[in-house]
């Protein structure tokens, strides 16, 4: 079974904020939320060596995925107006396995596609015992800091903004708002 390095919350947290200074600095000033879909098609390649396409070839229920060479997201979801904040999130979290995974999958993968893949070994990664040794678990907290970086969110919270009015702001849903909020210790 593939291992994959462990991360606290910080530390991913910390990786999302270099991606954030390095390419959208203004995400950071909190004057913007981060167009997620624009920057995987610009600067996904340069930063990771990972292609980005939105593919109608996953399989049934899958709405993202990440391997050695391409960051993938279901064509449908992309299309699927009313799940847009669904697709922001799915976006971010499938940039959390490129920017926290893509050695070791380029590694495992050996040329390989995920559609080559067993779906065994897929569960697989989902399965591993410690947290934060779990890239789902570490996708899920770099997507979060990636869309709501700690500082401009939590200054939104103070200043009394709503929770679905900040999910606005972001694109995302009000429970991913929540989860980011319970993550940073903030409720």
């Known amino acids: ?9 910080i530390q991913v947290d910390q990786v999302a904020y270099r991606v954030l200074e390095k390419f959208h600095p203004e995400v950071l000033d909190g004057d913007a939320g981060l167009n997620v879909e624009k920057f995987l098609d610009e600067s996904l390649e340069d930063a990771c060596g990972l292609t980005f396409n939105v593919t109608e070839s ?11 060479k391409c960051l993938r997201v279901s064509a449908s979801l992309a299309e699927a107006k009313e799940k847009h904040d669904l697709y922001v999130s ?7 396995h490129a920017f926290l995974h893509s050695k070791i999958l380029k590694d495992a993968a050996h040329g390989q596609r ?21 890239p789902e678990w570490q996708a899920w907290r770099f997507a979060g800091a990636l869309l709501m970086p700690a500082e401009p969110l939590l200054k939104r919270i103070r200043a009394g903004q709503t929770v679905g009015r900040v999910a606005s702001f972001y694109g995302v849903s009000q429970s991913f708002v929540m989860a980011r909020l319970r993550a940073l210790k903030a409720i």
């Open 1 to 9: 079974m593939m291992r994959f390095r462990g991360y606290s919350g």
């Open 58 to 68: 996953l399989p049934p229920g899958v709405l993202g995925c990440t391997d050695g």
């Open 90 to 96: 799915t976006l971010a979290h499938e940039a959390g």
């Open 114 to 134: 995920f559609e080559e893949q067993e779906h065994q070994s897929i569960r697989l990664y989902r399965e591993q015992g410690r947290l934060w040794e779990n």
